[in-house]
């Protein structure tokens, strides 16, 4: 089964995303758990919630993929925005809970002069702090771009974080094709050997969701700017080549491409046109 989705606007509930969802044509979609530039989360309507949920069954939806706002930096230098960060986290998950089993993504953070090693190992030790047994949401690395002080942009440096996560089980990745992309995977003329290094790495078991989106830039330039499918450097073959991959066969893809809901509407149908051929 394939799952297809775009970004979508959380201020008017679950229901309205899912119904957006539906028109659409997609089976999955994301959203943030609040404002993308932080602050307060709306509190949560449970009739919207149990009304979200039968409809999702109802309509055969995929797992669907919230997204922390970008004021997010567990490794802060900066220990109020630490705090801050971490606070956020642990009011997400417990939130996420609400729609159980699905998933919740988040950009690991800047180190801001600290170093990699630090900042892995104070990016692990809040994942300690607010993971759960209980939970059922699986909170998920996403690979980065390698911009500035980025951690995140290697398989190396996120296999780092899982191996110092206790609860395995509640860990895993989001791969954006852009990010690995201008972070030097070059998936346009080697996918399976990037396939194959993920895995031997990090492990395909780990591999949760796909942020799906072409991009601007060179591979390797390290600049994280997204673009419509087929209209930049990875191209329309390669990202069809990425999509029709086995690896990736049952999981959310998330278009978070440059569009207005109408080209979203126009990727959803492109992408399930490859599916059909």
């Known amino acids: 089964m394939y799952y297809i989705g775009n970004h979508l606007s959380s201020s008017g509930g679950y229901v309205a995303m899912l119904d957006t969802a539906l028109k659409l044509g997609a089976n999955t979609f994301a959203f943030f758990t609040r404002n993308p530039r932080g602050g307060k ?19 055969n939806f995929g797992k669907i993929v919230a997204h922390a706002p970008y004021t997010m930096n567990l490794c802060s230098a900066k220990e109020d925005v630490r705090e801050f960060s971490k606070n956020i986290i642990a009011d997400d998950i417990k939130r996420m809970e609400y729609i159980p089993k699905n998933y919740y993504n988040f950009h690991p953070g800047a180190h801001i002069g600290q170093g990699v090693k630090k900042g892995i190992e104070i990016i692990a030790n809040v994942l300690n702090d607010v993971l759960s047994p209980e939970q059922t949401t699986i909170v998920l690395l996403e690979t980065m771009s390698g911009k500035g002080t980025e951690i995140g942009k290697s398989f190396e440096e996120l296999r780092e974080i899982i191996d110092k996560v206790e609860l395995k ?105 490859w599916i059909k051929k």
């Not at 989360?41 to 309509?59: G, H, P, S, T, Y």
């Not at 087929?230 to 569009?259: Q, R, S, W, Y």
Request: glycine share 8%.
């Open 41 to 59: 989360a709306k509190e949560i309507d449970k009739e919207d919630v149990q009304k979200f949920l039968l409809k999702a069954r109802e309509n």
């Open 169 to 273: 089980d509640k860990i895993g990745v989001c791969l954006d094709t852009c990010h690995i992309w201008d972070g030097g995977y070059d998936i346009v003329n080697n996918l399976d050997g990037v396939i194959s290094e993920f895995d031997k790495v990090i492990g395909l078991d780990k591999l949760y969701a796909v942020h799906f989106n072409d991009s601007k830039n060179e591979c390797g330039s390290h600049k994280d700017r997204h673009e419509k499918i087929g209209n930049g450097k990875i191209g329309f073959e390669a990202m069809k080549n990425f999509a029709l991959h086995p690896a990736f066969l049952g999981l959310p893809f998330i278009l978070e491409t440059p569009n207005d809901m109408a080209g979203y509407a126009k990727e959803i149908a492109m992408f399930k046109d």
